[in-house]
């Protein structure tokens, strides 16, 4: 393995859960076909510039001086949206079973609601999305094990946790127009959340001129559309768009930009 790889070492705790098994993958090619040229995207390359106000948590110099700060995730598909949407203030909205808003100024990410993990910001599919830390400390306090409130954020809350019946935004539509009030309660919340992050993201950029909706939901709900162009009537004219999502293909065009050669080699 090249000795980039062999030394390198993830930056923030949610990568260490994951690149390990991408390293594996990384050396088992290596080994097979050694002469073939491998690439990685970061998940948080598109936000790595934001700017200071955007990416520091108010916390104890000492603690930010060890690497804590705001990092940002799903850059692959803002990436992609915002080159599918170019304008000077793009508001992009990845809405799936992760989900994220990213502020876009001319192309560059200014703001996002994802931070030191892919847990802080908007509702999703089992995660929580952004809680009170006093909450989470209380909860430690009364006895709650690190791994069981771990696996509670991660994997149990979200619209899961708040509906106690499914995760799968498809499912809670129906169920919510049957009656079911806990399938109710997730979509509004999910709803509150987002339209509270919108206008957040928008505050950021001072205005927009396009909010594009991505992701297994975003991309595939008209239902949702609507009512986000109903009830945000008070931005102002504004084009809403949705984009299917397409982190792979982002990947091949970043790759071919990279090395000529390999995009000449795909065709």
Known sequence: MPPCWSSWRPSTPWPRCITPLALEAIRWLQALRPALPQWACFDTAFHHNLPPEARTY???????????RRFGFLWLNHQ????????????????????SLAAVQNGRSIDTTMGFTPLE??????????VDPGLLLDLQHQGLSLDALEQGLQE???LLGL??????????????????????????????????????????????EQIALSGGIGAHDPQLLAELQRSMGW???????????????MIARLVSRADPAFGAAAG
């Open 58 to 68: 108010a916390l104890p110099a000492a603690w930010r001086q060890g690497g804590i």
């Open 80 to 99: 992609h949206v915002a080159e599918a949407a170019p304008c000077g203030r793009l508001i992009s909205a990845h809405l799936g079973a992760g989900c």
């Open 121 to 130: 910001g908007l509702v999703m599919a089992s995660r929580s999305g952004s």
């Open 156 to 158: 149990q809350s979200g």
């Open 163 to 208: 509906s106690g019946l499914s995760g799968d935004w498809r499912e809670l539509r129906r169920a919510a127009a049957d009656g079911h009030a806990g399938a109710q309660l997730a979509v509004a919340v999910f709803l509150h959340q987002l339209r509270a992050g919108i206008g957040a993201m928008a505050a950021s950029l001072g205005g927009e």
């Open 235 to 249: 931005l102002g004219p504004v084009a809403w768009r949705q984009i299917a999502a397409d982190e792979e293909g």
